[in-house]
């Protein structure tokens, strides 16, 4: 997926930062090797609302209020994907890894209001081992993501 991310980012003129790291498999683990604070880490998380894929894109240091993001999608029946639903939707990348890109795979994405506060974005782009750095502008200009408050209590 890197190569093809990052040929969308320069067709739409996008100024970002390639940052190859050695594998992290978390989000914890990205951001130690980034040396990004956890907040500063966009994990994006696929789930199901009323049985349709998602992509939920919140601070790598929060987890999820299922009750609040049912709430914001209308009620709608939201429930964690497992990854064997998930994997044929991201061809290009691997399980986990996936950015939070969802209008390339058709996907809606809704983003925690924290990330909106944030100068740039960092998130995986695709591979363990590659992620980007960009702006939140840019990033909201391209996906257009449905904001959303959607933070468990710490």
């Known amino acids: 997926m890197s190569r093809t991310l990052e040929a969308y980012l320069d067709e739409q003129g996008i100024k970002y930062v390639t ?9 914890h683990e990205l951001a130690a ?6 907040r500063e ?13 998602a992509m939920v894109v919140l601070p790598a240091n929060h987890r999820i209020n299922f009750r609040l993001l049912q709430t914001e999608l209308g009620d709608k029946k939201v429930e964690m994907a497992v990854e064997t639903e998930f994997a044929d939707l991201f061809p290009d ?11 390339l795979f058709g996907l809606p994405v809704y983003v925690a209001r924290p990330l909106t506060t944030d100068e740039e974005i960092v998130f995986n ?14 990033f ?10 959607v933070i468990a209590d710490a």
Do not use: W
Request: contains cysteine; proline residues 6%; glycine residues 6%.
């Open 125 to 138: 782009d695709g591979t363990f081992a590659t992620a980007i750095r960009m702006s939140y502008s840019d």
């Open 19 to 27: 940052l190859r790291h050695s594998a992290a498999y978390s989000a």
């Open 33 to 38: 090797k980034l040396h990004v604070a956890d």
């Open 140 to 149: 909201e200009r391209l996906v257009r993501p449905t904001v959303v408050d």
């Open 93 to 103: 990348c691997e399980v986990g890894a996936m950015p939070p890109f969802g209008n």
């Open 41 to 53: 880490l966009a994990k994006t998380v696929v789930v199901k609302a009323d049985g349709e894929p």
